[in-house]
């Protein structure tokens, strides 16, 4: 099969149960994708499928052939610019031990994306398929808001 | 020193990798011409092994091989280690069963792992490890931690008669009772301690590869610091020199205690790729580390407390019962002791106090620690106490707590069990946190909240840890050749910003660039000799210390160096900033760094090179406290509760940085929230463990927390150098009993006073039924 993955087009052969995050980890060795549950629960594996975050642990490979997949390593500019929402996560400890955050920055743009200014109620819903172990969401939230919604930070602190 | 010294809330050094997919967890790599492993697990939770056939599976296309513990006994793998040795109060030892790696004659709980089988694709492996059969007798199981101890229970340890592990006792409880009887005001709590699944969100995975030309065994795994799982592999396990074990770790997805555990399965992937010459990759699912990852917790707490007339402690009575799982833990068994024990009781003055901890065995998984590990089952011990006290003695909730902390004139103050509190304002905390809380207009807010038809309360808790155990920590600062400075830590980051930290930590001992100075942590190969690890929020005093100590020894040393080769008198050379001076002279550290590689450069007696290693000692733990308060709204219809906003002030000592601090505090809260308001892992009454995957399991999402306000109440430790306290594991101290205190406060009018962990809607809504209608809950 073939597909587009950060704007390359890449072939792989898969078997029929293969998936996405399958693909991705360990036929392209794409490993910023993570897997952290068997359930699709945690979104530790969330990706862009044309622009829209899904989590590439539930779908299979072959329902991605001729589409394009955005992962984290292809989020940031070639020229290694980060994309704002992970700088968001940098500027606001949006991460710790870093397993989560690929599935949560995908998660946060495509958020940031489809609520332009957001409050920090809506945020906490729309994170609902996605758990961290390690922040208690808070830097994560108000990463995704300082991007989809700026005024909305608290400034309580640094 | 400026904007990258301590105190500055410098962003992370780690992020950019983190956030760019180049992280590098376990299964992220992946060794030319491995074979994977899958493993066999007990689907009882009592059972005799009677006999097992892997013939069916050996035949299926890409097996290679299957041990099982008799593979592993007959080829001379030793036991797990616990170091424990408790004794009952009539000197009798306490029973510690041996713990084989994979057991030949019982299975003990579910999920325990009775096989491994190696195939050359993880499905393979997958498909024969379902095809080996297993032989059982089904026993009769106990997994309750509450009838662990009836007569009638079945015993996971016949032998012992018993499924009590030992009865420690502290304290003259006749006494005690006698000073309980007499109080004034005599209050007691019931209370459950429930059992959580640390659940680090990687889950577990063993990569092994093995040289047989030079019996070098490499293992890659998810650790909190690699050099005690080396030691217990090669010493006690797999039995091999200390030089040929290699553990890596580069990076860890979450520790939280449960990763700093030897596992079954880390043995015996090594010893697969041992036997077989080839590497083998294990890639554990959530279903297993649910299964198989150490639970945190699970206690059973009776205490009574008594009080004179003004509302004073007099004695504190407390019995715990410990719910150990299956086998002992590495540490699992201490927790009561030596992790809550020391620190009870907590921030208040107790003259008397008796002390029973009965730990027990049940078919479950062990249970070891968990962020806390003793401490937050502790405090919510105390803090409950003193909630029931307030009543009793109708006084509020501040008011007891003020009449009985200990004062900073009492200070240093020795706890019963030997900790010694050296520093602390938990007065001055704990009106810090109620004045940010808006305390005193709370009753507006309640107004505002039963006008929707909502209860609304406030909780207040105040609590105190000791941090920094085992404190003994080698650390190493080496000047590079393109200069750069490394750290080479016996401690291991993963997630607290170790890497970031300790460059600010260079930057205002040796004034080197912040940018210019890296971490190397997370492999045995290159560690410090003396490498305990990141855990009991230790790294702040132990890794900051040693840097401390080395800049020390850097700069002495320096100073000759540079007094020698500006043709001063070394003691007349001054350092600051990173520039050694002797009057009109001067050299930059790098610059004597690399005037220290040349000998001829050198004075006499002085050997080349600019490093230091230091191991770093301090006689005692540190004492970080701190106070929450927390506001929640509940739903009498529902039973749905919901945290409207949250206080925490910390007193951590000096903050190195604020930033990764008020990290720490958030994660630290959200367990601690996870605690009180969705996790609990259950058992079935047959030891089936039904709280398996994130379905069932409540993990905490980010619309169970409220913003939390992290303030700091600083008062600087006196007993290390740099004046820190732990950061780690506060937030889930404070947190569970702040916030069944404002549960209690919203439900005060049906006269709830309490309710167990997890409070759960159903919990909340049969409460209130209950209470409406007159009968128990």
């Given at each position: 099969m073939t597909l587009t993955v950060n704007g390359v087009e890449r072939s792989a052969e898969v078997e029929a149960r293969t998936l996405l995050a399958e693909l991705l980890r360990d036929h392209l060795k794409l490993t910023g994708t993570h897997v952290g549950c068997d359930t699709t629960q945690c979104g530790c594996c969330v990706v862009h499928l044309d622009g829209k975050a899904i989590k590439?642990?539930?779908?299979?490979?072959?329902?991605?052939?001729?589409r394009s997949v955005t992962t984290i390593e292809g989020l940031a500019q070639p020229d290694g610019t980060l994309h704002p929402m992970q700088e968001a996560f940098r500027e606001h400890h949006g991460l710790q031990c870093g397993f989560c955050t690929p599935g949560m920055v995908m998660m946060g743009a495509d958020i940031a994306r489809r609520n332009p200014g957001a409050d920090e109620k809506l945020v906490r819903h729309e994170l609902e398929g996605n758990i961290c172990r390690c922040t208690g969401y808070q830097g994560i939230v108000e990463a995704i808001l300082s991007v989809a919604n700026p005024d909305a930070v608290r400034k309580d602190h640094h | 020193m400026g904007q990258f010294g301590i105190g500055q809330p410098v962003r992370r050094k780690e992020d950019v990798r983190l956030l760019t997919g180049k992280g590098q967890y376990t299964d992220d790599i992946n060794i030319e011409g491995q074979a994977w492993a899958a493993f066999v697990r007990s689907s009882h939770a009592n059972a005799k092994i009677l006999g097992v056939d892997t013939s069916a599976a050996l035949d299926l296309p890409g097996v290679i091989a299957i041990y099982s513990g008799k593979d592993l006994e007959a080829a001379g793998v030793g036991v797990l280690v616990n170091e424990a040795a408790y004794k009952n109060r009539d000197g009798s030892p306490m029973h510690k069963p041996s713990r084989q790696?994979?057991?030949?004659?019982q299975t003990r709980f579910v999920g325990e792992v009775l096989a491994i089988v190696i195939a050359e694709s993880a499905e393979q492996a997958r498909e024969a490890a379902e095809a080996v059969e297993f032989d059982f007798e089904s026993l009769p199981a106990i997994a309750s931690t509450a009838r662990a101890l009836d007569a009638d229970a079945p015993k996971v340890w016949p032998e012992f008669g018993t499924n009590q592990v030992v009865h420690w006792e502290y304290g003259d409880e006749s006494n005690v009772e006698a000073k309980l009887k007499a109080a004034h005001t005599r209050v007691k709590v019931d209370l459950i301690n429930n059992r959580l699944a640390p659940s680090p969100m990687e889950p577990r995975c063993v990569v092994a590869t093995y040289d047989a030309g030079d019996n070098m065994l490499t293992i890659y795994s998810p650790t909190q610091g690699g050099r005690r799982l080396q030691t217990m592999l090669a010493k006690n396990l797999l039995k091999m020199p200390m030089d040929k074990v290699r553990i890596i770790s580069?990076?860890?997805?979450?520790?939280?205690?449960?990763?700093?555990k030897m596992y079954p399965e880390t043995v015996a992937v090594a010893f697969a790729a041992r036997q077989l010459g080839r590497p083998v990759k294990w890639r554990g699912d959530r279903v297993e580390t649910f299964m198989s990852d150490y639970h945190g917790r699970d206690q059973i707490n009776h205490a009574e407390m008594g009080l004179d007339a003004d509302g004073r402690i007099v004695a504190l009575k407390l019995e715990t019962l410990l719910n150990v799982g299956a086998y002992l833990s590495e540490n699992g068994v201490r927790l009561p002791m030596e992790g809550g024990g020391r620190i009870i009781p907590g921030v208040y003055h107790v003259p008397e106090f008796y002390f029973s901890v009965r730990p027990l065995f049940t078919n479950t998984v062990c249970t070891d620690t968990y962020r806390g590990a003793g401490r937050p089952e502790a405090n919510y011990i105390t803090e409950r106490l003193m909630d029931a006290a307030a009543d009793a003695c109708k006084l509020s909730r501040a008011e007891i707590r003020q009449r009985n902390f200990v004062t900073q004139e009492q200070m240093p103050y020795a706890t019963h069990l030997g900790f010694v509190i050296d520093s602390g304002d938990f007065a001055g905390t704990m009106d810090m946190a109620m004045k940010a809380g808006h305390w005193d207009t709370f009753a507006e807010r309640r107004k505002e909240s039963e006008a929707r038809g909502k209860l609304r309360g406030i909780g207040l808790a105040v609590f105190i840890e000791g941090a920094g155990s085992r404190p003994v920590e080698g650390m190493r600062v080496r000047f590079e050749e393109n200069g750069e400075v490394s750290v080479i830590a016996g401690t291991y980051s993963h997630g607290q910003g170790h890497a970031t930290v300790y460059s600010q930590l260079v930057n205002e001992f040796l004034g080197v660039d912040y940018d210019k100075v890296k971490l190397i942590n997370g492999?045995?190969?290159?560690?410090?000799?003396m490498a305990n690890g990141s855990f009991g929020s230790r790294s702040s005093m132990v890794g900051g210390g040693g840097i401390n100590r080395a800049s020390k020894l850097i700069i002495a040393k320096g100073k000759k160096i540079a007094g020698h080769l500006l043709q001063a008198d070394p003691e007349t050379v001054t350092f600051e900033n990173g520039v050694f001076k002797a009057g009109a002279g001067t050299m930059t550290i790098d610059e004597v760094a690399q005037a220290s590689r040349d000998p001829k450069k050198l004075p006499d007696g002085v050997t080349p090179g600019l490093d230091e290693e230091v191991t770093y000692e301090n006689d005692v733990e540190n004492f970080p406290n701190g106070a929450h308060v927390v506001e929640v709204e509940i739903d009498p219809d529902t039973g749905v509760l919901e945290i409207v906003s949250y206080v925490a002030v910390d007193d951590?000592?000096?903050?190195?940085n604020p930033f990764i601090v008020h990290g720490q505090v958030y994660g630290g809260v959200a367990q601690g929230v996870g605690q009180a308001l969705t996790e609990d892992v259950l058992y079935d009454d047959?030891?089936?463990?039904?709280?398996?995957s994130y379905m069932d399991y409540g993990m905490p999402r980010a619309k169970n927390m409220a913003h939390v306000e992290a303030l700091f109440n600083t008062v600087p430790a006196k007993t290390n150098e740099l004046g820190v306290k732990g950061a780690g594991e506060a937030g889930a101290t404070g947190a569970p009993p702040a916030i069944v205190s404002a549960l209690c406060d919203a439900l005060e009018p049906y006269g709830i006073r309490h309710i167990d962990m997890p409070l759960t809607p159903e919990k909340i809504w049969r409460a209130i039924q209950a209470a409406r209608t007159g009968k128990a809950a």
């Amino acid at each position: 099969m073939t597909l587009t993955v950060n704007g390359v087009e890449r072939s792989a052969e898969v078997e029929a149960r293969t998936l996405l995050a399958e693909l991705l980890r360990d036929h392209l060795k794409l490993t910023g994708t993570h897997v952290g549950c068997d359930t699709t629960q945690c979104g530790c594996c969330v990706v862009h499928l044309d622009g829209k975050a899904i989590k590439s642990c539930t779908i299979l490979a072959v329902q991605a052939k001729g589409r394009s997949v955005t992962t984290i390593e292809g989020l940031a500019q070639p020229d290694g610019t980060l994309h704002p929402m992970q700088e968001a996560f940098r500027e606001h400890h949006g991460l710790q031990c870093g397993f989560c955050t690929p599935g949560m920055v995908m998660m946060g743009a495509d958020i940031a994306r489809r609520n332009p200014g957001a409050d920090e109620k809506l945020v906490r819903h729309e994170l609902e398929g996605n758990i961290c172990r390690c922040t208690g969401y808070q830097g994560i939230v108000e990463a995704i808001l300082s991007v989809a919604n700026p005024d909305a930070v608290r400034k309580d602190h640094h | 020193m400026g904007q990258f010294g301590i105190g500055q809330p410098v962003r992370r050094k780690e992020d950019v990798r983190l956030l760019t997919g180049k992280g590098q967890y376990t299964d992220d790599i992946n060794i030319e011409g491995q074979a994977w492993a899958a493993f066999v697990r007990s689907s009882h939770a009592n059972a005799k092994i009677l006999g097992v056939d892997t013939s069916a599976a050996l035949d299926l296309p890409g097996v290679i091989a299957i041990y099982s513990g008799k593979d592993l006994e007959a080829a001379g793998v030793g036991v797990l280690v616990n170091e424990a040795a408790y004794k009952n109060r009539d000197g009798s030892p306490m029973h510690k069963p041996s713990r084989q790696v994979m057991p030949t004659a019982q299975t003990r709980f579910v999920g325990e792992v009775l096989a491994i089988v190696i195939a050359e694709s993880a499905e393979q492996a997958r498909e024969a490890a379902e095809a080996v059969e297993f032989d059982f007798e089904s026993l009769p199981a106990i997994a309750s931690t509450a009838r662990a101890l009836d007569a009638d229970a079945p015993k996971v340890w016949p032998e012992f008669g018993t499924n009590q592990v030992v009865h420690w006792e502290y304290g003259d409880e006749s006494n005690v009772e006698a000073k309980l009887k007499a109080a004034h005001t005599r209050v007691k709590v019931d209370l459950i301690n429930n059992r959580l699944a640390p659940s680090p969100m990687e889950p577990r995975c063993v990569v092994a590869t093995y040289d047989a030309g030079d019996n070098m065994l490499t293992i890659y795994s998810p650790t909190q610091g690699g050099r005690r799982l080396q030691t217990m592999l090669a010493k006690n396990l797999l039995k091999m020199p200390m030089d040929k074990v290699r553990i890596i770790s580069h990076d860890t997805g979450g520790g939280f205690g449960v990763r700093s555990k030897m596992y079954p399965e880390t043995v015996a992937v090594a010893f697969a790729a041992r036997q077989l010459g080839r590497p083998v990759k294990w890639r554990g699912d959530r279903v297993e580390t649910f299964m198989s990852d150490y639970h945190g917790r699970d206690q059973i707490n009776h205490a009574e407390m008594g009080l004179d007339a003004d509302g004073r402690i007099v004695a504190l009575k407390l019995e715990t019962l410990l719910n150990v799982g299956a086998y002992l833990s590495e540490n699992g068994v201490r927790l009561p002791m030596e992790g809550g024990g020391r620190i009870i009781p907590g921030v208040y003055h107790v003259p008397e106090f008796y002390f029973s901890v009965r730990p027990l065995f049940t078919n479950t998984v062990c249970t070891d620690t968990y962020r806390g590990a003793g401490r937050p089952e502790a405090n919510y011990i105390t803090e409950r106490l003193m909630d029931a006290a307030a009543d009793a003695c109708k006084l509020s909730r501040a008011e007891i707590r003020q009449r009985n902390f200990v004062t900073q004139e009492q200070m240093p103050y020795a706890t019963h069990l030997g900790f010694v509190i050296d520093s602390g304002d938990f007065a001055g905390t704990m009106d810090m946190a109620m004045k940010a809380g808006h305390w005193d207009t709370f009753a507006e807010r309640r107004k505002e909240s039963e006008a929707r038809g909502k209860l609304r309360g406030i909780g207040l808790a105040v609590f105190i840890e000791g941090a920094g155990s085992r404190p003994v920590e080698g650390m190493r600062v080496r000047f590079e050749e393109n200069g750069e400075v490394s750290v080479i830590a016996g401690t291991y980051s993963h997630g607290q910003g170790h890497a970031t930290v300790y460059s600010q930590l260079v930057n205002e001992f040796l004034g080197v660039d912040y940018d210019k100075v890296k971490l190397i942590n997370g492999d045995t190969a290159n560690s410090p000799a003396m490498a305990n690890g990141s855990f009991g929020s230790r790294s702040s005093m132990v890794g900051g210390g040693g840097i401390n100590r080395a800049s020390k020894l850097i700069i002495a040393k320096g100073k000759k160096i540079a007094g020698h080769l500006l043709q001063a008198d070394p003691e007349t050379v001054t350092f600051e900033n990173g520039v050694f001076k002797a009057g009109a002279g001067t050299m930059t550290i790098d610059e004597v760094a690399q005037a220290s590689r040349d000998p001829k450069k050198l004075p006499d007696g002085v050997t080349p090179g600019l490093d230091e290693e230091v191991t770093y000692e301090n006689d005692v733990e540190n004492f970080p406290n701190g106070a929450h308060v927390v506001e929640v709204e509940i739903d009498p219809d529902t039973g749905v509760l919901e945290i409207v906003s949250y206080v925490a002030v910390d007193d951590c000592g000096t903050v190195l940085n604020p930033f990764i601090v008020h990290g720490q505090v958030y994660g630290g809260v959200a367990q601690g929230v996870g605690q009180a308001l969705t996790e609990d892992v259950l058992y079935d009454d047959d030891g089936q463990l039904l709280t398996a995957s994130y379905m069932d399991y409540g993990m905490p999402r980010a619309k169970n927390m409220a913003h939390v306000e992290a303030l700091f109440n600083t008062v600087p430790a006196k007993t290390n150098e740099l004046g820190v306290k732990g950061a780690g594991e506060a937030g889930a101290t404070g947190a569970p009993p702040a916030i069944v205190s404002a549960l209690c406060d919203a439900l005060e009018p049906y006269g709830i006073r309490h309710i167990d962990m997890p409070l759960t809607p159903e919990k909340i809504w049969r409460a209130i039924q209950a209470a409406r209608t007159g009968k128990a809950a």
